[in-house]
């Protein structure tokens, strides 16, 4: 029996909101629209006129489903192939949710994504829920059915496991075009140098190919060995450009909040390298090559053109 149109108008209007928790929680954001589905799917089922609250219930629902689906994706973190990283989100796209306060647009970062892999599955939903989503703790307890005092000490298990000493670089469309120029102007420069100015002494390059996509399965550590592999990289080749059809072209965009180079050929997206930019240098390179993980990001840069690339290579 379908929805009433009223019902239907209500879960429609938590959709967003649930949409940015589910990407949060598993980052992926295929993998939170089937969340947000299955979540859907539960409120057509159920006995609506007992359900007092409809945004708690169907928050305290896709938790559920996200917590199920974490657990399981610990068991295939562990044969997946070389490094995983997060699926990029481009900046508008709504599945990054608010973005009012530092913790809001920090929690969707790659880095931040990244790290919370470490955490356990209650630790970070509570973190999510408590520092991007302004969950009180009781709410959040009632939500995983814990009792506050017990969801106060996770919440500080988290907050102790993503400490960072960092501060992260703000960036707009115009700042991240400006930080990938100077970015890929070293990187086709020919030296390791001028790259190595741009990095920290400590930076750590990731790169995610899901056995689909040639990757390095470890990450460089260290800005003269990641420059040297940047070198490498950008230098051109036969194989490159058979790869990917011709020449690349390069372009600015900021991916989950920060500036990213989005390399792209015969209108999709091939790969993105996003930029952990502190006031130091660029602490990180997450970059993203499995086209499995590049699909939406495709479709929304693609229906935003036309783009003006930084440069072509290969």
Known sequence: MPLPTYETDLFESSRGRLEAIAYR???????????????????????????????????KVLTNICLNQLTSARVRRETYVGQWLPEPVLAGDRMLGPADTAEQRESV???MLTLMERLSPNERVVYVLREAFGYGHREVAEILDLTESNCQQIYRRAKQHLTTDRART?????????????????ALSGDTEPLIRLLTDDAVSVADGGAKV???RTPVVGALGIARYLRGLFRPNAAKRAHAGGSVAVHAAVVNGTAALLLAAGGRVLGVICLAETPDGVEALH???NPDKLERITRQWTAEGPHHPVAEIW
């Open 170 to 186: 703000e960036v707009d469309a115009a700042a991240a075009r400006k930080v990938v120029e100077g970015f890929l102007a070293a």
């Open 214 to 216: 040639q990757a390095r």
């Open 25 to 59: 929680l598993l980052g992926s954001a295929g993998d939170a629209e089937d969340a947000v589905q299955d979540t859907f799917l539960r409120w057509h089922a159920a006995d609506r006129e007992r359900i007092e609250t409809p945004e708690a219930w169907l928050t």
């Open 287 to 289: 970059i993203q090559v």
């Open 109 to 111: 970062s790659f880095a």
